[in-house]
């Protein structure tokens, strides 16, 4: 379906032309008076001067030649120049029945649907994921199920932190532990056991204990080093090592991530693009664009345009080693191969903006992307605790994210359980659906790159702009309806009929914003002006609600047209609150 302020401004182009001016000036508006009109037109004070004349007399003669249009019910020129548009009533039904008809509530697909990648999540493997990932994560996962709604084969995929100095601290650490294993037998030549040496538990206490060593240890880090080194060799041992360690991860991952209602459909890490490495350098080299730099092998990507330096790309360090660009680089050259993106949108902390600076101009330069390729950077800030400082535990500690959620939910469950009277089980299960909608509204209701203080209190509030509060308003939404059902109600055949007061109005305006949202939250990746949406949907729903005894509604065809207008609201608001990755309970 067409947009409404499109179909709005068609009719007022047609209305230019017919009264002599160029249509160009005919854009439409959102009224900036609502107590007067809906929508306006400014294009006759932009007209003024091209056809040297006031601009109200352009205004009058554009506002003469819509004496015949159904969509106004009343339109005037304003001095200076303005034209106020009041929409029929009936128009404004009529397109609210058209998206009530159509299973994608009026939200065209892309025409033409591309292949994107989503790099989201980006938890480093044997180190709990920590709150740090969390916005990635939720982000990542709505921008995905945005763009996928919008018609995009999306491909998302959690790229793993697999390949650093993290793994040869625990291969030390573990060889320290149990020298007599056989992944540390260079002569072993049977297959290692199927049973990592360790449970997640204990992996995550391996990783601490020995970064810890390592800072204070000089030859323990250097025996890391040597380990982690040997490993990129291939050894076989390490490698073996190297999978359970995954293994052991990913389960432990995939745990926390489905708890997030955060899905990926690639597992893949940093390892995976290794293989990648030695061909694409040499090439660089080959091709001139990689050259050496005091020892390293590097590829320059200021341009002159810079106001900031941008240093140059670094590939190989002295010691022969690739480093974070290097892989990042290759992980480009794997999927361009294996997925052909036409974009690839990388959810990661703004504060590593130079590093996508970096590897987006030297993929560019050295040709490891099309020219059409887009590469973007959807860079988010910290998230802070009620200090104003990066969340922390209340010992200082890095705060782990299970933890937070778990205080999400206790709160969240208190909050429950005075609300009224139900079983534990029932409680505990609303305050788990509810307080994902907390955290991950929370997050999404800013914009993306900007940092935000995490709340729980504000956060779990059912009033507000909040998730709860956007929940709160489909339950009572189910509720009318399930009393309209009780009641004997059936609503068949009833449209969408012209409004009754002035609440029922906005809230019909509200809905028709639906498409347009989508497509800007889309084209500018931000969910953001989703929940901003929700919010003032829900407002519009709970004034209109207030106002008006809808199950009361003496006339009969009246009251079916408010509950079909319900109906579309909750399907509005249920489509917008799945791209932001959460669920509404039947009751709270
Ligand atoms: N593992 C990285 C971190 O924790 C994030 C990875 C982001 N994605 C990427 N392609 N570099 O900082």
Same mark, same amino acid.
């Given at each position: 379906?067409?947009?409404?302020?499109?179909?709005?401004?068609?009719?007022? $182009?047609k209305?230019?032309?017919?009264?002599?001016?160029?249509? $160009?000036?005919?854009g439409?508006?959102?009224?900036n008076?609502?107590?007067?009109?809906?929508?306006?037109?400014?294009?006759?004070?932009?007209?003024?001067?091209?056809?040297?004349?006031?601009?109200i007399?352009?205004a009058?003669?554009?506002?003469?030649a819509?004496e015949?249009?159904e969509?106004?019910?009343?339109?005037?020129s304003?001095?200076p120049?303005?034209?106020?548009?009041?929409?029929?009533?009936?128009?404004?039904s009529?397109?609210?029945?058209?998206m009530?008809?159509?299973?994608?509530l &009026?939200?065209?697909?892309a025409?033409?649907?591309?292949?994107?990648?989503?790099?989201? &999540?980006g938890?480093?493997?044997?180190?709990?994921l920590?709150v740090?990932?969390?916005?990635?994560?939720i982000i990542?996962?709505?921008v995905?199920?945005?763009?996928?709604?919008?018609g995009?084969?999306?491909?998302g995929?959690?790229?793993?932190?697999?390949?650093?100095?993290?793994?040869?601290l625990?291969?030390?650490?573990l060889? %320290?532990?149990?020298p007599k294993?056989p992944?540390?037998?260079?002569?072993? $030549?049977?297959?290692?056991?199927?049973?990592?040496?360790?449970?997640?538990a204990?992996?995550?206490?391996?990783?601490p204990?020995?970064s810890?060593?390592?800072k204070?240890?000089?030859?323990?880090?250097?025996?890391a080093?040597?380990?982690?080194? *040997?490993?990129?060799?291939g050894?076989?041992?390490y490698?073996?090592?190297?999978?359970?360690?995954?293994?052991?991860?990913?389960t432990?991952?995939?745990?926390?991530?489905?708890n997030?209602?955060?899905e990926f459909?690639?597992?893949?890490?940093?390892?995976?693009?290794q293989?990648?490495?030695?061909?694409?350098v040499?090439?660089?080299?080959?091709q001139?664009?990689?050259?050496?730099s005091?020892?390293?092998?590097?590829?320059?990507?200021?341009?002159?345009?810079?106001?900031?330096?941008?240093?140059?790309c670094m590939?190989?360090?002295?010691d022969?080693?690739?480093?974070?660009?290097?892989t990042d680089?290759?992980t480009?050259?794997?999927?361009?191969?294996?997925?052909r993106?036409?974009?690839i949108?990388y959810?990661?902390?703004?504060?590593?903006?130079?590093?996508f600076?970096?590897?987006? !101009?030297?993929?560019?330069?050295?040709?490891?992307?099309?020219?059409?390729?887009?590469?973007?950077f959807?860079?988010f800030?910290?998230?802070?605790?009620?200090?104003?400082?990066p969340?922390k535990?209340?010992? /200082?500690?890095v705060?782990?994210?299970?933890y937070l959620?778990?205080?999400i939910?206790e709160e969240?469950?208190?909050k429950? !359980?005075?609300?009224?009277?139900?079983?534990? *089980?029932?409680?505990?299960?609303?305050?788990?659906?509810?307080?994902?909608s907390?955290?991950?509204?929370?997050d999404?209701s800013?914009?993306?790159?900007?940092?935000?203080?995490f709340?729980v209190?504000?956060?779990?509030?059912s009033e507000?702009?909040?998730?709860?509060?956007?929940?709160y308003?489909?339950? #009572?939404?189910?509720?009318i309806?399930?009393k309209?059902? *009780?009641q004997g109600?059936?609503?068949d /055949?009833?449209?969408?009929?012209?409004?009754g007061? *002035?609440?029922?109005?906005?809230l019909?305006?509200e809905?028709?914003?639906? %498409?347009?949202?989508?497509?800007?939250?889309?084209?500018?990746?931000?969910?953001?002006?989703?929940?901003?949406y929700i919010?003032?949907?829900?407002?519009?729903?709970?004034?209109?609600?207030?106002?008006?005894s809808?199950?009361?509604?003496?006339?009969?065809?009246?009251?079916?047209?408010?509950?079909?207008l319900?109906?579309?609201? #909750?399907?509005?608001?249920?489509?917008?609150?799945?791209?932001l990755?959460?669920e509404?309970?039947?009751?709270?």
């Amino acid at each position: 379906m067409k947009k409404i302020l499109d179909l709005i401004a068609g009719e007022m $182009e047609k209305a230019f032309r017919t009264a002599g001016y160029d249509p $160009e000036y005919a854009g439409v508006t959102l009224s900036n008076r609502p107590d007067l009109c809906e929508y306006q037109c400014n294009g006759a004070l932009a007209a003024a001067k091209e056809y040297h004349k006031a601009p109200i007399m352009i205004a009058d003669s554009v506002v003469e030649a819509l004496e015949s249009s159904e969509l106004f019910e009343d339109v005037q020129s304003v001095k200076p120049g303005f034209i106020n548009l009041k929409v029929h009533a009936d128009f404004l039904s009529g397109y609210l029945n058209g998206m009530y008809g159509d299973s994608r509530l &009026g939200y065209d697909k892309a025409g033409q649907p591309k292949t994107i990648m989503i790099d989201y &999540g980006g938890p480093n493997v044997a180190k709990p994921l920590h709150v740090g990932h969390l916005r990635s994560a939720i982000i990542g996962e709505s921008v995905k199920r945005i763009a996928r709604f919008a018609g995009h084969k999306v491909i998302g995929d959690v790229h793993l932190g697999d390949w650093g100095l993290q793994m040869g601290l625990i291969i030390m650490e573990l060889k %320290n532990r149990e020298p007599k294993l056989p992944y540390f037998d260079e002569a072993y $030549e049977g297959a290692y056991p199927e049973e990592a040496p360790f449970t997640i538990a204990e992996l995550e206490e391996i990783y601490p204990t020995a970064s810890a060593k390592s800072k204070e240890d000089a030859a323990y880090k250097e025996a890391a080093m040597q380990a982690t080194f *040997e490993l990129q060799q291939g050894r076989k041992g390490y490698q073996a090592l190297l999978r359970h360690i995954l293994k052991v991860s990913v389960t432990d991952l995939k745990r926390n991530y489905e708890n997030l209602k955060v899905e990926f459909d690639l597992w893949k890490g940093e390892s995976d693009a290794q293989p990648y490495i030695p061909d694409m350098v040499q090439r660089m080299k080959d091709q001139g664009f990689a050259h050496m730099s005091e020892g390293a092998l590097v590829v320059d990507v200021k341009e002159e345009t810079d106001t900031k330096e941008v240093p140059p790309c670094m590939l190989l360090k002295s010691d022969g080693a690739s480093l974070y660009t290097t892989t990042d680089l290759a992980t480009i050259v794997e999927r361009m191969k294996l997925y052909r993106p036409d974009e690839i949108i990388y959810v990661v902390d703004k504060r590593q903006e130079m590093h996508f600076v970096q590897v987006f !101009r030297c993929a560019k330069k050295c040709g490891l992307a099309g020219e059409d390729t887009a590469f973007k950077f959807l860079g988010f800030g910290t998230m802070n605790g009620k200090d104003g400082k990066p969340f922390k535990t209340r010992e /200082g500690g890095v705060m782990r994210l299970e933890y937070l959620l778990k205080d999400i939910n206790e709160e969240m469950l208190k909050k429950i !359980r005075e609300s009224r009277p139900m079983s534990e *089980e029932e409680a505990r299960e609303i305050a788990g659906v509810v307080g994902l909608s907390a955290v991950k509204y929370g997050d999404l209701s800013n914009q993306a790159s900007k940092d935000y203080i995490f709340d729980v209190d504000r956060f779990t509030s059912s009033e507000g702009n909040t998730g709860p509060y956007i929940l709160y308003t489909i339950v #009572r939404i189910k509720s009318i309806l399930k009393k309209y059902e *009780e009641q004997g109600g059936r609503g068949d /055949g009833a449209e969408i009929a012209a409004y009754g007061n *002035e609440s029922e109005k906005a809230l019909m305006l509200e809905l028709t914003r639906f %498409n347009s949202v989508m497509e800007t939250a889309y084209e500018e990746l931000a969910p953001h002006k989703v929940c901003a949406y929700i919010y003032d949907l829900a407002n519009a729903f709970n004034k209109f609600y207030h106002e008006t005894s809808i199950l009361g509604t003496e006339e009969e065809a009246q009251k079916n047209s408010r509950i079909r207008l319900l109906v579309l609201t #909750r399907r509005v608001l249920e489509a917008c609150i799945d791209v932001l990755g959460f669920e509404a309970p039947e009751r709270m």
